[in-house]
C-alpha cells in the first residue's frame, strides 16, 4: 500500500472504516431489525456509497494536488524550466503548490545568476590564458625561432638538417599556440562578428582533424546580441569538438540560419551514432549556456547515422 499515491491510501483507508462501521451496524445488536431487512440493507449500501463518494471528492480537492506535486518533484530536471503546476482552489493542496512554484523559480533564478557568473568567469579565464600564450609562450617561441635561424650560417654543413628538424619544430609549435588561443578568446568573434568566426572554426576543425567540416549559411540573418553570439560560437565549437573526439565522422555540417522568429544553428556529422545518448560534461554545458540566453538545445543521435545537435535561439 505504500506504493500508491497519498490521495488513494486515504480513500482506501476511509472506506475501509466505512466499511467496518457499516457492518458493525448491520451485524451488531445495534440495529434497526434483529434480521437485517432488504430495504435496510438498500439504505446501508446506499449512504456507505453517498459517504465514500463525498470522502473522495473531498480528498481529491485537497490531497490531489499533493500528488501532483510529488509526481512532478520526482522527474524534475534542472535544466528544463516549464515544469510549473497549476493550483486549483485553496486549501493545503492549493499552497503547497504556490510554494513548490515559487521554490522552482527561486531555485531557476539563483541556477541561472550562479551559471552566468560561472561561464564569465570562464570566458574571463580563457581570455587571460589565451593572452599569455599569445605574448609569453608564443613570443618565446618566436625569439627561438628567429635564433635558430641565425645560428644555421654558424654551424658545420652536416649538423644544418638536424637544426632545421628543430626549427620546424618550433614553426609547428608557434602554429599550435596560436590555434590554441583562438579556441580560447574567438578573436575574430569579436572582430568581425559570428559569420566570420563559424567560417575559420570549421577551416581549424577540418585542418587539425580526421573531419571535413562543411558550413551553410542562410540569407536574413540579423545580428545577435554579443552574449547570444558567444553562445552560438561556443555550442558550435563544443559540438565540432564531439564529433572530432567521439564521432569518428568522416564529415559534418554546420548550418547557421533564420526559421521564423529564430536564428538555428544546427551541427549534423556521418559517425557511428549511439543508441542510448547520456549527456555529459560537454552537452549538459551546452544546455546550461543555451538557457542563460533563452535557446533551447536538443541532441539526437542514431546508431549508424550519426548526431545532430540543434541550437534555437529566440530573436
Given at each position: 500500500?505504500?506504493?500508491?499515491?497519498?490521495?488513494?491510501?486515504?480513500?482506501?483507508?476511509?472506506?475501509?472504516?466505512?466499511?467496518?462501521?457499516?457492518?458493525?451496524?448491520?451485524?451488531?445488536?445495534?440495529?434497526?431489525?434483529?434480521r437485517v431487512l432488504a430495504s435496510e440493507a438498500i439504505v446501508l449500501a446506499v449512504g456507505l456509497t453517498v459517504m465514500a463518494t463525498l470522502n473522495g471528492l473531498l480528498l481529491l480537492r485537497s490531497l490531489g494536488p499533493?500528488?501532483?506535486?510529488?509526481?512532478?518533484?520526482?522527474?524534475?530536471?534542472?535544466?528544463?524550466?516549464?515544469?510549473?503546476?497549476?493550483?486549483?482552489?485553496?486549501?493545503?493542496?492549493?499552497?503547497?503548490?504556490?510554494?513548490?512554484?515559487?521554490?522552482?523559480?527561486?531555485?531557476?533564478t539563483e541556477r541561472s545568476t550562479s551559471n552566468a557568473k560561472a561561464l564569465a568567469a570562464q570566458e574571463a579565464e580563457r581570455h587571460r590564458i589565451a593572452q599569455e600564450l599569445h605574448d609569453e609562450v608564443g613570443q618565446?617561441?618566436?625569439?627561438?625561432?628567429?635564433?635558430?635561424?641565425?645560428?644555421?650560417?654558424?654551424?658545420?654543413?652536416?649538423?644544418?638538417?638536424?637544426?632545421?628538424?628543430?626549427?620546424?619544430?618550433?614553426?609547428?609549435?608557434?602554429?599550435?599556440?596560436?590555434?590554441?588561443?583562438?579556441?580560447?578568446?574567438?578573436?575574430?568573434?569579436?572582430?568581425?562578428?559570428?559569420?566570420?568566426?563559424?567560417?575559420?572554426?570549421?577551416?581549424?576543425?577540418?585542418?587539425?582533424?580526421?573531419?571535413?567540416?562543411?558550413?551553410?549559411?542562410?540569407?536574413?540573418?540579423?545580428?545577435?546580441?554579443?552574449?547570444?553570439?558567444?553562445?552560438?560560437?561556443?555550442?558550435?565549437?563544443?559540438?565540432?569538438?564531439?564529433?572530432?573526439?567521439?564521432?569518428?565522422?568522416?564529415?559534418?555540417?554546420?548550418?547557421?540560419?533564420?526559421?521564423?522568429?529564430?536564428v538555428v544553428l544546427t551541427v549534423s556529422d556521418d559517425g557511428r551514432g549511439v543508441a542510448d545518448l547520456v549527456p555529459g560534461a560537454g552537452i549538459s554545458g551546452m544546455r546550461e549556456r543555451a538557457l542563460l540566453v533563452?535557446?533551447?538545445?536538443?541532441?539526437?543521435?542514431?546508431?549508424?547515422?550519426?548526431?545532430?545537435?540543434?541550437?534555437?535561439?529566440?530573436?
Amino acid at each position: 500500500m505504500s506504493h500508491l499515491p497519498l490521495y488513494w491510501r486515504v480513500c482506501l483507508t476511509n472506506g475501509t472504516l466505512f466499511c467496518i462501521g457499516t457492518l458493525v451496524l448491520a451485524l451488531s445488536p445495534a440495529r434497526v431489525s434483529e434480521r437485517v431487512l432488504a430495504s435496510e440493507a438498500i439504505v446501508l449500501a446506499v449512504g456507505l456509497t453517498v459517504m465514500a463518494t463525498l470522502n473522495g471528492l473531498l480528498l481529491l480537492r485537497s490531497l490531489g494536488p499533493i500528488d501532483r506535486v510529488i509526481r512532478t518533484m520526482d522527474a524534475v530536471d534542472h535544466l528544463s524550466p516549464e515544469q510549473r503546476l497549476t493550483a486549483e482552489g485553496e486549501g493545503p493542496g492549493a499552497r503547497l503548490v504556490a510554494s513548490y512554484n515559487a521554490m522552482l523559480e527561486r531555485l531557476e533564478t539563483e541556477r541561472s545568476t550562479s551559471n552566468a557568473k560561472a561561464l564569465a568567469a570562464q570566458e574571463a579565464e580563457r581570455h587571460r590564458i589565451a593572452q599569455e600564450l599569445h605574448d609569453e609562450v608564443g613570443q618565446s617561441l618566436t625569439v627561438v625561432l628567429l635564433g635558430l635561424k641565425s645560428l644555421e650560417s654558424q654551424i658545420p654543413e652536416e649538423l644544418r638538417p638536424d637544426l632545421a628538424a628543430v626549427r620546424e619544430s618550433a614553426r609547428t609549435g608557434i602554429d599550435d599556440v596560436r590555434r590554441v588561443a583562438r579556441q580560447l578568446r574567438p578573436g575574430v568573434l569579436e572582430d568581425l562578428g559570428l559569420h566570420a568566426a563559424l567560417a575559420a572554426l570549421a577551416t581549424d576543425v577540418s585542418a587539425v582533424g580526421r573531419t571535413t567540416v562543411r558550413r551553410t549559411t542562410g540569407r536574413g540573418i540579423p545580428d545577435l546580441p554579443q552574449d547570444r553570439e558567444l553562445v552560438v560560437y561556443r555550442v558550435a565549437q563544443e559540438a565540432l569538438t564531439n564529433v572530432v573526439r567521439h564521432a569518428n565522422a568522416a564529415t559534418a555540417e554546420l548550418s547557421l540560419c533564420k526559421v521564423g522568429d529564430q536564428v538555428v544553428l544546427t551541427v549534423s556529422d556521418d559517425g557511428r551514432g549511439v543508441a542510448d545518448l547520456v549527456p555529459g560534461a560537454g552537452i549538459s554545458g551546452m544546455r546550461e549556456r543555451a538557457l542563460l540566453v533563452g535557446a533551447e538545445l536538443s541532441v539526437t543521435s542514431e546508431p549508424g547515422r550519426g548526431t545532430t545537435v540543434r541550437l534555437e535561439v529566440p530573436l
